[in-house]
Nanobody, 128 residues
Framework: QVQLADSGGGLVQAGGSLRLSCAVSGRTFTTYAMGWFRQFPGKEREFVAALKRSGGKELYADSVKGRFTISSDNAKNMVYLQMTSLKPEDTAIYYC?????????????????????WGQGTQVTVSS
């Protein structure tokens, strides 16, 4: 089992920055990829970013590319999402996720069904 604890959300003005953190514990060596997703009220969870542990490849949704950066500190078992140039439309609950599955195509890591472990979520609110 893998446990995830995400944190770092809050209220920020448009144009500001936030860094979300995800503490990973348990059978961390079984994780193949880490991801961040977000959920708007009344909507399904959507992909934000992913980081493949092997090779360190980063994947981003088009809506956040160039503004958000996913990274990890393997020694501390932490994953981060640095968010800059935030917009009101980034307001959502953000979730950290872990996948123990290996797929040949990166597209799989953009799907919620690929991830078997989830954090509890952290609210990000961007005011205009």
């Amino acid at each position: 089992q893998v446990q995830l604890a995400d944190s770092g959300g809050g209220l920020v003005q448009a144009g500001g920055s936030l860094r979300l953190s995800c503490a990973v514990s348990g059978r961390t060596f079984t994780t193949y990829a880490m991801g961040w997703f977000r959920q708007f009220p009344g909507k399904e969870r959507e992909f934000v970013a992913a980081l493949k542990r092997s090779g360190g490849k980063e994947l981003y949704a088009d809506s956040v590319k160039g503004r958000f950066t996913i990274s990890s500190d393997n020694a501390k078992n932490m994953v981060y999402l640095q968010m800059t140039s935030l917009k009101p439309e980034d307001t959502a609950i953000y979730y950290c996720a872990a996948s123990s599955l290996s797929y040949p195509h990166d597209s799989y890591y953009r799907a919620t069904r690929t991830y078997g472990y989830w954090g509890q979520g952290t609210q990000v609110t961007v005011s205009s």
